[in-house]
């Protein structure tokens, strides 16, 4: 019924940039509230940033200062940009739905960060 699609990760060097695009499309009126999660081998898939309907943005500490989402509503696009990456952020992101995730979850898109 939704199928979210992110792009635009790659390999980067530690204190690099890299943007990232989630395209959502299927059965929705609009984008609302979403966030962006991630993923790194053996571990849990944590929410690193979101942003309300209204625009508002949180961050989980590690990425506080970092990283910033917004969105495009009449694009039904979100974005993460990410600055001086760090090892620790290498995992495959994905997007969603912030609360009330959707069931399904994109394919991600792989960010590695080297030392």
């Known amino acids: 019924q939704v199928q979210l699609v992110e792009s635009g990760g790659g390999l980067v060097q530690a204190g690099g940039s890299l943007r990232l695009s989630c395209a959502v499309s299927?059965?929705?009126?609009?984008?609302?509230?979403m966030g962006w999660y991630r993923q790194a081998p053996g571990k849990q898939r944590e929410l690193v940033a979101a942003?309300?309907?209204?625009?508002?943005?949180n961050y989980v500490d590690s990425v506080k200062g970092r990283f910033t989402i917004s969105k495009n509503n009449a694009k039904n696009l979100v974005y993460l940009q990410m600055n001086s990456l760090k090892p620790e952020d290498t995992a495959v992101y994905y997007c969603n739905r912030r609360p009330r995730e959707y069931d399904y979850w994109g394919q991600g898109t792989q960010v590695t960060v080297s030392s």
């Open positions: 299927g059965s929705i009126i609009s984008i609302n509230a």
């Open positions: 942003i309300t309907s209204g625009g508002i943005a």
